[in-house]
């Protein structure tokens, strides 16, 4: 089938801002050249602009942007480079993903540390701020890191709350913006945020290649990669500054171009017009879904906020074969764990996994039009 | 100054052939979901093709492809990952860069290494075979690492007689091709070249955010980042396979679409065809730089193979104070260090570095002849 719809905007938002495409391969086919490694300017001037954006987003000009191929790079440098010792106490979020629980799983075996998971009512998915405040009490928090959106139910933790808490004991406080950055507006300025990750090519609208995190520069991880950086070459380790610090070997220009297109993008628009259009999708893809008595939808409390990502299972089929039939009428998602295993565990969708739809800012009626026919075809024949 | 005469290759070859601006581009906006994290075939099948054709380039079909986001990344996974002990013996070029001795530096930190530099003539700047066999003799190879070609002076070493040497003593061998792969035909298919290292944005023509490595598979460095690999997710530990266990993150599917379109734009002109148009470009730019009293050239021997990067001082003038001169006349170069310290501690360039002027596939007459008004006006001023 020719025409997708697309409802895998969780995996990656697509189709991206025509401004994104067109700026990206404007931009490398005049200075595709390498920023920091010649005289060349205007690669340094836009990673510089693209920073500023960034930081203007999150209202905390004063804190710095870190690049990072990807995400999950950048929460493993975070994780593998903080201070780590034996018997700290770790705590996560229920809907933690494989690059904070493998990374933490690895660290385990060099540590012995007290893995607990925030407190969560599993009816409803709304995190208990008393019951965490009381964890907090009973054994003190070191790290926390915490999924700000859910990549697997869309459920939103309130950061501010927590990690008022748990920086109140000292402890470290990481947050994954992946599902949210662009999205949410969030103030990042305080110093509860120690660390922010964010990932292009979600919910900012950009490409794949460009990603990092947001710190005031005051607890320096370890570097997890060492090579040259451009500058202080003589030096025989990385430099001391952030972010040079971990942005060794050669910058990826061509995604920053996309990533600065993209954060100009979602200014013009105001990042509040484009969380009510996904507010928006997000009750179209529920009604559609709700129409369906063989479909099993993972929905949190009412009170709780959620960004636009839905799983469900559907009765007498597995996530893969509903997947798979799906993918045959022209609808993306995904179905299984979403490299997630630790969510579904908690929300007893282990090891069948779930079917997730995800959309973003681009769906279209003809999408939904396309999801309903898909769907009627499932239940007729189920 | 608009127009400018790019003679900075070695950072980062530009312009790119138009083929790999215009697939990733359509590629991109078509097919840009994510690979590994949905249903869609279509970049997967790319990723998979793209494998194929590295290593068809290579002569080494029965070998694996390992995607990084970057050669650097790509060298870090290897020697941190791989083996090591205290007083291994650890061979070097004269000629590695950052990538390399930051990383080596960081393992000094961890074990006592006894780091070689290969016996290489000061004089003509000829790697001596016998003084290596005699080295290699003295002090049993543990691990040997070799820019292929140097990214300062151009130097392509004898791997293969060196790697015969140290696979003999059962070393692991390490080649950094980055300024090599794509440019000079390298059959990789002998188990002598354990890791062989490849940058996209350099001599293959692609784009930034693809590298990685080809390997046999046999020896599987320790992971250095972890996180979901889009498959067996329930697994709280990396999958074991080879290229599975170091491509955790989403995969940067634009990035490949421009290596996949460049290694089909080096196949069709054939390699040979590709490195002869660089040699050419190499002594056009010879010939110029010999026509000024007041150059210095770094000059290997006549019988020693190099590519298109050269290097050399100006009397009178520091090495950044030329490259502003050059910058102004819009003749970009790149000055200093090179990331390479060690190198320029070999070559007696260190500290104050040199002027390297690399060419590549694309340079013109007009970039010449800029060059020659450049130079006739650093000649007339100094």
Known sequence: ????????NAATTFPKPEEVYSFTDKFYRKSGVNGGRGQNTSANKLTQETRELLLEMFHCPAKKVVFTPSATEAINIILQGIPMADNYNVYVSPFEHNAVMRVLNHLR?????????LSVAEKGLCYDIEKIKYQFGENKPNLVIISHASNMCGVVAPINDICTMSHSYGAINVIDMCQTAGLINTDLSSDIYDFAVFAGHKTLYATFGIAGFICSGNIKPKPLIFGGAGIDSAN????DTVPERYEV???NTMAIAGLYAALNWIKERNIESIYLKEKDNLNKLLNILSLYENIKIITPADRVERVGIVSCTFNGYSSDNIGQILSEHGIEVRSGLHCAPFAHKFLGTFPAGTIRFSVGFFNTEDDFAMLRQALDYIYENS
Chains 1, 2 share one sequence.
């Not at 089938?1 to 895998?8: I, P, S």
């Not at 075996?109 to 007290?114: C, D, Q």
């Not at 025989?236 to 430099?239: D, R, T």
């Open 109 to 117: 075996g060099l540590y012995k540390l007290n893995i607990i998971t």
């Open 249 to 251: 070997g050669s910058q």
């Open 236 to 239: 025989p380790e990385v430099p």
């Open 1 to 8: 089938m020719e025409r997708v719809a697309y409802f895998n």
